[in-house]
Nanobody, 124 residues
Framework: VQLQASGGGLVQPGGSLRLSCAAS????????IAWFRQAPGKEREGVSY????????LYADSVAGRFTAYRDNAKNTVYLFMNNLTPDDTAVYYC??????????????????WGQGTLVTVSS
């Protein structure tokens, strides 16, 4: 499956953005999708995880209550709605896919398929 992340940009603190991860290819809706981010000089960290089988998305503690992930299977797209953004949210955001259920979803090394990333900058 091929992944394409989009929707990044410059936003002021307290603002909102919606990221999209569009999946294409055979059986793309059968893949679990995770969002990661990587800030300059920092390791890539897991942000959210959405299972192909439905159920409640999982979130990192740093974004819980502010970010919401939503899967639209009709559009083969997973969205990440980001609210109340802070400068600490500045990073390149990536989506990754897994055909098998990933228990430790926040570990980047468990994913072999990645989108190209989209830059989110939170600044006044």
């Amino acid at each position: 499956v091929q992944l394409q992340a989009s929707g990044g940009g410059l936003v002021q603190p307290g603002g909102s953005l919606r990221l999209s991860c569009a999946a294409s290819g055979e059986s793309s809706n059968d893949y679990d999708i995770a969002w990661f981010r990587q800030a300059p000089g920092k390791e890539r960290e897991g942000v959210s995880y959405v299972s192909s089988s439905g159920g409640r998305p999982l979130y990192a503690d740093s974004v819980a209550g502010r970010f919401t992930a939503y899967r639209d299977n009709a559009k083969n797209t997973v969205y990440l709605f980001m609210n109340n953004l802070t400068p600490d949210d500045t990073a390149v955001y990536y989506c990754a896919s897994s055909r098998a259920r990933v228990v430790l979803w926040y570990l980047p090394r468990l994913y072999s398929n990645w989108g190209q990333g989209t830059l989110v900058t939170v600044s006044s």
